[in-house]
């Protein structure tokens, strides 16, 4: 599987910040574990995670609750490759000779305390300025963090496979 990146999304109206200049989504291999990754935007901004398991792997086609990984903000997808647009779905552009069936396991990085830079477009100013005044420690995962925690779920999936 190539490295590949897409931008899709308008971020015309959203703050200035990294995201500016970060794909919407990218697909790599894991260079330690040889398993497929993605990277793909949410529709707040936030950036999710992905790693790929083949039939045969002890987590293929389990429910993310029933798999044992710790990730930020824990599992919360898996599912086979979604139909469509390649830059808008969570799948993948297979190489000849790879494996197209994959089982995806993700998670995202819009929990309490993550900074969701669409929220700060548009009609959402209005509820941010009514929770002004309060707390909002929030911090934007990048795609360098995302790729880490990436990094992370695949070598838990190679242990759980071994």
């Known amino acids: ?3 590949r990146e897409w931008i899709n999304m308008d971020k015309s109206t959203w703050p200035d910040g990294p995201w500016q200049a970060e ?3 990218e697909q790599w291999v894991d260079e330690k574990t040889g398993l497929p990754c993605l990277i793909k935007r949410n529709g707040s901004g936030a950036l999710c995670g ?3 398991v083949t039939e045969g792997h002890p987590w293929f086609n389990l429910d993310y609750d029933n798999v044992e990984a710790e990730v930020h903000g824990g599992l919360t997808y898996s599912d086979f490759c979604q139909e469509g647009d390649d830059g808008h779905t969570i799948c993948h552009i297979v190489d000849p000779g790879e494996p197209d069936r994959v089982w995806w396991l993700g998670f995202d990085c819009s ?3 993550d900074y969701m830079p669409a929220h700060d477009a548009g009609h959402q100013r ?3 300025a009514f929770f002004e005044g309060y707390s909002r420690e929030e911090e934007y995962r990048d ?5 880490d925690q990436c990094a992370l779920l695949a070598d838990q999936a190679a242990k759980a496979a071994a």
Request: hydrophobic share 25%; proline share 5%.
């Open 143 to 147: 795609r360098g963090y995302v790729k």
């Open 50 to 52: 992905y790693v790929g």
């Open 23 to 25: 794909p919407d989504k």
């Open 126 to 128: 209005m509820l941010n």
């Open 1 to 3: 599987m190539q490295q």
């Open 111 to 113: 929990h309490c305390g």
